[in-house]
């Protein structure tokens, strides 16, 4: 509802928070820390807000209708998100037996396909198992 905003690039909580995404399934936000934020840009009345201002982005996309986001708790490194995300994308799309599958996803799918992507990590670098630091940072926000 915004007159400016279709000429602006900087996407808010705010705004976010305003746009009608009932209509789609997932949000995938794989940048750094993307879960944390604070709420100075919500308005009061509109979902209870933690105390500690985490959540910013994903209770924005959760409050503008999505049911579930793929979001990280701190920094990680740029090659494991682009490993993860790239095993992730490929699990989204196939149900168990390996079929094509489409949106909306069935519960725990997108759960499912974040695990399946850290085991694919898993096996390609055993390295990494012992360190959680490098993919325990991904979780699903909202339903499963």
């Given at each position: 509802?915004?007159?400016?905003?279709?000429?602006?690039?900087?996407?808010?909580?705010?705004?976010?928070?305003?746009?009608?995404?009932?209509?789609?399934?997932?949000?995938?936000?794989?940048?750094?820390?993307?879960?944390?934020?604070?709420?100075?840009?919500?308005?009061?009345?509109?979902?209870?807000?933690?105390?500690?201002?985490?959540?910013?982005l994903s209770l924005a996309f959760l409050r503008a209708g999505l049911p579930r986001a793929v979001v990280t708790l701190w920094p990680i490194s740029d090659r494991v998100t682009s490993y993860i995300m790239k095993a992730f994308y490929h699990h989204l799309f196939?149900?168990?037996?390996?079929?094509?599958?489409?949106?909306?996803?069935?519960?725990?799918?997108?759960?499912?396909?974040?695990?399946?992507?850290?085991?694919?990590?898993?096996?390609?670098?055993?390295?990494?198992?012992?360190?959680?630091?490098?993919?325990?940072?991904?979780?699903?926000?909202?339903?499963?």
């Amino acid at each position: 509802n915004d007159p400016d905003f279709k000429h602006t690039s900087f996407l808010n909580a705010h705004r976010i928070g305003e746009l009608d995404l009932s209509h789609v399934g997932l949000a995938v936000l794989s940048a750094c820390n993307s879960h944390r934020g604070h709420f100075k840009d919500l308005p009061e009345n509109t979902l209870s807000v933690p105390q500690d201002g985490t959540a910013g982005l994903s209770l924005a996309f959760l409050r503008a209708g999505l049911p579930r986001a793929v979001v990280t708790l701190w920094p990680i490194s740029d090659r494991v998100t682009s490993y993860i995300m790239k095993a992730f994308y490929h699990h989204l799309f196939q149900d168990p037996d390996g079929a094509a599958i489409a949106p909306p996803f069935p519960p725990r799918h997108v759960s499912r396909c974040l695990r399946l992507a850290v085991l694919d990590l898993w096996q390609c670098h055993p390295d990494l198992r012992n360190d959680p630091f490098f993919w325990a940072a991904f979780v699903v926000y909202g339903l499963p």
